[in-house]
C-alpha cells in the first residue's frame, strides 16, 4: 500500500484506503480492519496522505509526511510507545527528537496525536508503506530514463 492509496477524512477517525471515484467524489474502505466502506462528496475535506506536510523552519517550509514517517520507522520500527493518550510535552519532545525543526507555533499537539495515531495503524497493517526514498528515487529514475 502506498501513501498515494491512503486518505484521511476531516471529521473522521482514521484512515481509509481510495478505492474508487465517483460522479460526485469518492468511496472509501477503512484500515481499522472493520472493512467499511464509506462514500464522501466533494464536500468533504478528503486529505491524502502523500499531499500532508509538517511545517519547519527549513528553506522549504514543510517537510512530507512520508519522509517523516520514514525517519520514524528507521528509529523506532513499528513501536513507538506512544498512543493519543499520551501526554503534551511527550508527544512534542517525540516529534522534536525525529524532526527537530519543526515548527513548534505552528504543529499542535493535536496534529503530533494524528501523526503517531496514523504511524501506529500503519506499521500494524502496511509496514511496506515506508518504503525507503532510495526506492522511490529508482523508480523515478527509471520513468526518466525511459523516456
Do not use: C
Not at 481499522?32 to 491524502?48: E, N, Y
Not at 519522509?67 to 498512543?83: N, P, R, S, W, Y
Amino acid at each position: 500500500m502506498k501513501f498515494e492509496e491512503i486518505a484521511a477524512v476531516s471529521g473522521k477517525g482514521g484512515l481509509f484506503t481510495v478505492l474508487k471515484p465517483t460522479k460526485t467524489g469518492v468511496i472509501l474502505e477503512s484500515l481499522d480492519g472493520k472493512k467499511s466502506k464509506l462514500v464522501v462528496g466533494a464536500d468533504a475535506q478528503v486529505s491524502i496522505l502523500s499531499e500532508i506536510s509538517i511545517y519547519t523552519h527549513t528553506t522549504d517550509g514543510a517537510t512530507p509526511l512520508k519522509e517523516v514517517m520514514q525517519k520514524i520507522h528507521a528509529e523506532f520500527e513499528g513501536d513507538t510507545g506512544l498512543d493519543k493518550k499520551s501526554g503534551p510535552d511527550e508527544l512534542k519532545s517525540f516529534l522534536k527528537h525525529v524532526l527537530p525543526d519543526y515548527d513548534e507555533d505552528r504543529v499542535y499537539v493535536s496534529d503530533i496525536k494524528k501523526l503517531v495515531t496514523w504511524y501506529n495503524l500503519l506499521s500494524k497493517i502496511a509496514p511496506e508503506s515506508f518504503a525507503s526514498t532510495a526506492e522511490d528515487t529508482a523508480e523515478t529514475e527509471e520513468t526518466t530514463s525511459e523516456e
